[in-house]
């Protein structure tokens, strides 16, 4: 490991922290009390002289390692699991990014984060992690010799899509961009538009499906698929772009965000989701896979719209469609005309 020195100046994100907890996350496999003596000794200064561990950070303040930790310093331990790496996977695109946040498209079969339900550390979250660590810092100079990144790298997601769907996901780099995202999603103050293809015809061209949605959990506690009919207030917009067969290609606007919400809906009508096994038919499913080649249930969220949180731009993100729908779409009939003008092809 290099002696040489590295400096992180505090940002809004890490203020009001205590230092020795500031300087773990930086430091997470090295001991506590390897990390008060590191201050102690003003290997770790603050603003250049010696602080107490419980200080409390302020905007400004310039944090400096004036060494690496050294080998005995660390946790074994800890070390040998953080040294499994990070994801290499990049299974996603990048659609937009700025030092605030970025979106992605995200395919289907990849879950937004591992939850409950188990380790996986190629999630969406640990491969946009590891994608954005490979960024050059704002400073310039990357901490990984021997530090871990600031905290300021530390993206969380910003809202979530189920495993079998795929689009646009945002994902915050900042904090306050993080916060703001989440609070304009919550007011209704971004419009998430989705493609679908359905099995079967909807009632009109043009409509509006609103029907409560509850969501169901088993005698263990655990989440099953979500009941129409009763539990909470629930809006989809809907319009037909083209119908070929037994299958209606959809436009969708998600009023509002419940679990499940637009797959459950188009079921409730009586034109669920090609491929959607939950909600569908399997029969039908079993003919999309064989005809279309459709292997996965056609969903996608294609389209965000809204005002940047902290620069005011007006932003219109799109995700192009995965190959195999398009697939499944030429399969089927559709032509180029059916699809929504501001949808681009992949390149």
Do not use: C
């Not at 953080?82 to 289907?108: I, Q, T």
């Not at 010799?145 to 993206?155: D, G, L, N, Y």
């Amino acid at each position: 490991m290099k002696s040489a020195g590295r400096t992180i100046t505090i940002g809004e994100n890490e203020a009001n922290q205590r230092l020795d907890r500031f300087v773990r996350k930086l430091l997470d496999d090295v001991s506590l009390s390897a990390i008060y003596k590191l201050l102690r000794t003003k290997q770790i200064t603050l603003n250049n002289g010696k602080a107490r561990p419980d200080t409390r950070l302020k905007p400004g303040d310039v944090v400096a390692f004036k060494q690496a930790a050294r080998e005995k310093h660390f946790q074994p331990k800890v070390r040998e699991k953080s040294e499994r790496g990070l994801s290499k996977r990049r299974d996603f695109d990048v659609v937009y990014e700025d030092v605030h946040f970025v979106a992605v498209n995200k395919p289907a079969g990849v879950l937004v984060h591992a939850g409950d339900r188990g380790t996986d550390r190629d999630t969406l979250i640990d491969q946009v992690t590891a994608y954005l660590l490979e960024q050059p810092l704002p400073e310039g100079e990357s901490l990984r010799e021997f530090v871990k990144p600031s905290p300021t790298f530390s993206p969380g997601l910003v809202h979530r899509l189920d495993r079998a769907t795929s689009g646009l996901v945002l994902v915050g780099k900042t904090l306050p961009a993080m916060q703001e995202l989440t609070r304009m999603i919550k007011k209704r103050n971004v419009r998430k538009t989705y493609l679908a293809l359905a099995v079967g015809g909807l009632p009109q061209r043009e409509g509006t499906i609103s029907v409560p949605i509850a969501r169901k959990q088993d005698a263990k506690g655990r989440r099953r698929k979500v009941k129409t009919g009763e539990g909470r207030f629930a809006v989809t917009n809907y319009k037909v772009l083209a119908q070929r067969g037994t299958y209606t290609l959809v436009e969708l606007e998600l009023v509002t965000g419940r679990t499940h919400q637009i797959r459950a809906h188009l079921a409730h009508v009586g034109a669920p989701v090609a491929g959607d096994d939950e909600y569908g038919d399997r029969d039908r499913n079993r003919h999309a896979a064989d005809k279309l080649g459709l292997k996965r249930q056609f969903l996608h969220a294609a389209r965000l719209e809204f005002t940047h949180p902290l620069s005011g731009t007006e932003l219109d993100l799109v995700a192009p469609l995965w190959p195999e729908l398009q697939t499944a779409l030429d399969a089927a009939g559709f032509k180029p005309d059916d699809l929504p003008p501001w949808l681009p092809a992949r390149e």
